[in-house]
């Protein structure tokens, strides 16, 4: 059985240097600064990770890059003892080699680059940044050179799932370590998004397995964020969920994140814990969570409650072998796009959110991934 995922992750601000028109924080862009968080409460949030068993950190924003303090940050959290410290980024400030090798001799050792493009036509497109592409290739080189592994994100939307055949060959020849494709969804922060971003589930499927099977022969370790398991039958191994996203080493545990993030003192943390436990008893199914004890309980619990809250359940699901280890469809995906996609599939019910579910299993968590990637 799969283990727990051991990442937490820090939020650092909103604030970016690029406006991408997916994304889900288009109002908090600009934000002042001094509504971001301080050094002193991201010091606070570490050591809370560190003290629910976190042992890989992951800072995102925003774009963590633009805080001054970033080395510090990273510094601190190699001395609390973290693995693996990684930074979500969209690569401007890391095409300058001297900061990128900062970053890396500071105790970062793993980059999630995002990219949307194989070409700057289309990933520029997407930035709202003239020159994007050209800075993240370089930046990419940067950071591996400098010896810390890089892997790539590309949200597919509806103004590249087209070619992500392409994108995902572009990730391949800069040797990225692992690809994660996450589909564009609205959701309620996504009001202010691009709507020429929106794109169905069952036209993002089409352009993802056909890049799958082109490249299967050289596909590195590869998940596929944010979409129905009915749309991808025959390629349940790359789905990942909010159900498997906690089983996913390179991602947050679902339970750690939320927490140091929503509850920062005594009575919340209490209150905080009750609650997911309230959603522990509504869980569509009690026996994997249990096999976990009470970490997998608190898991399967705020999942359950964030589906409960922001997912809907069709009652076309309710039939489906996937229906235990599903999300299902974003409340705000119905009213673009309706249910009449979503088909139950036959066959007995799946109760183990990560029963095949490839990046599970292929290293363990609380593991240097510079270590696993070592030739």
């Given at each position: 059985?799969?283990?727990?995922?051991e990442r937490?992750?820090i939020?650092?601000?909103?604030?970016?240097?690029?406006?991408c028109?997916?994304?889900?924080y288009?109002?908090?862009?600009?934000?002042?600064?001094?509504?971001?968080?301080?050094?002193?409460?991201?010091?606070?949030?570490?050591q809370a990770?560190?003290?629910?068993?976190?042992?890989?950190?992951?800072?995102?924003?925003?774009?963590?890059?633009i805080?001054?303090?970033?080395?510090?940050?990273i510094?601190?959290?190699?001395?609390l003892?973290f693995?693996?410290?990684?930074?979500?980024?969209?690569?401007?400030?890391?095409?300058?080699?001297q900061?990128?090798e900062?970053?890396v001799?500071?105790g970062?050792n793993d980059f999630l680059f995002?990219?949307?493009?194989?070409?700057?036509?289309?990933?520029d497109?997407?930035?709202?940044?003239?020159g994007?592409?050209?800075?993240?290739?370089?930046?990419?080189?940067?950071?591996?050179?400098?010896?810390?592994?890089?892997?790539?994100?590309?949200?597919?939307?509806?103004?590249?799932?087209?070619?992500?055949?392409?994108?995902?060959?572009?990730?391949?020849?800069?040797?990225?370590?692992?690809?994660?494709?996450?589909v564009?969804?609205p959701?309620?922060?996504?009001?202010?998004?691009?709507?020429?971003?929106?794109?169905?589930?069952?036209?993002?499927?089409?352009?993802?397995?056909?890049?799958?099977?082109?490249?299967?022969?050289r596909?590195?370790?590869?998940?596929?964020?944010?979409?129905?398991?009915?749309?991808?039958v025959?390629?349940?191994?790359?789905?990942?969920?909010l159900?498997?996203q906690?089983?996913?080493?390179?991602?947050?545990?679902?339970?750690f994140?939320?927490?140091?993030?929503?509850?920062?003192g005594s009575?919340?943390?209490?209150l905080?814990?009750?609650?997911?436990?309230?959603?522990?008893?509504?869980?569509?199914?009690?026996?994997?969570?249990?096999?976990?004890?009470?970490?997998?309980?608190?898991?399967?619990?705020?999942?359950?409650?964030v589906?409960?809250?922001?997912?809907?359940?069709?009652?076309?699901?309710?039939?489906?072998?996937?229906?235990v280890?599903?999300d299902?469809?974003?409340?705000?995906?119905?009213k673009?796009?309706?249910?009449?996609?979503?088909?139950?599939?036959?066959?007995?019910?799946?109760?183990?959110?990560?029963?095949?579910?490839?990046?599970?299993?292929?290293?363990?968590?609380?593991i240097?991934?510079?270590?696993?990637?070592?030739?």
């Amino acid at each position: 059985m799969a283990q727990l995922s051991e990442r937490g992750e820090i939020r650092v601000g909103f604030r970016c240097n690029a406006r991408c028109g997916f994304c889900y924080y288009q109002d908090l862009l600009d934000n002042p600064v001094e509504k971001e968080p301080t050094t002193g409460q991201i010091a606070r949030q570490l050591q809370a990770l560190r003290s629910m068993g976190a042992t890989e950190i992951e800072f995102t924003g925003g774009e963590p890059t633009i805080r001054p303090d970033l080395p510090e940050l990273i510094a601190d959290a190699r001395k609390l003892g973290f693995v693996n410290i990684s930074i979500i980024t969209n690569g401007l400030r890391l095409a300058k080699r001297q900061y990128a090798e900062k970053l890396v001799a500071a105790g970062a050792n793993d980059f999630l680059f995002s990219i949307h493009g194989h070409t700057a036509e289309i990933h520029d497109k997407h930035t709202s940044l003239p020159g994007s592409f050209a800075k993240i290739l370089e930046a990419v080189q940067n950071v591996q050179e400098a010896g810390a592994r890089c892997r790539g994100t590309t949200t597919v939307t509806g103004k590249n799932y087209m070619h992500v055949k392409e994108i995902v060959g572009k990730l391949i020849d800069l040797n990225m370590s692992c690809i994660h494709l996450a589909v564009f969804s609205p959701v309620a922060q996504a009001g202010g998004t691009d709507p020429g971003m929106k794109l169905s589930y069952s036209a993002a499927a089409s352009g993802i397995k056909a890049a799958i099977d082109h490249h299967q022969a050289r596909l590195p370790p590869l998940s596929v964020k944010y979409i129905p398991f009915c749309f991808m039958v025959g390629y349940e191994q790359y789905v990942m969920n909010l159900y498997q996203q906690s089983f996913d080493p390179d991602d947050w545990n679902y339970y750690f994140s939320n927490k140091v993030r929503r509850a920062d003192g005594s009575i919340r943390k209490v209150l905080f814990d009750a609650l997911v436990l309230c959603g522990y008893l509504l869980a569509k199914d009690y026996s994997v969570a249990k096999v976990h004890g009470w970490a997998g309980r608190k898991v399967f619990g705020l999942t359950r409650l964030v589906e409960l809250l922001r997912k809907k359940r069709p009652a076309v699901c309710r039939t489906c072998r996937y229906d235990v280890v599903c999300d299902h469809v974003w409340k705000d995906y119905v009213k673009h796009f309706g249910e009449d996609e979503l088909v139950s599939v036959a066959g007995d019910k799946i109760v183990d959110p990560a029963w095949c579910y490839q990046l599970a299993r292929y290293r363990q968590p609380g593991i240097s991934v510079t270590e696993i990637d070592a030739p």
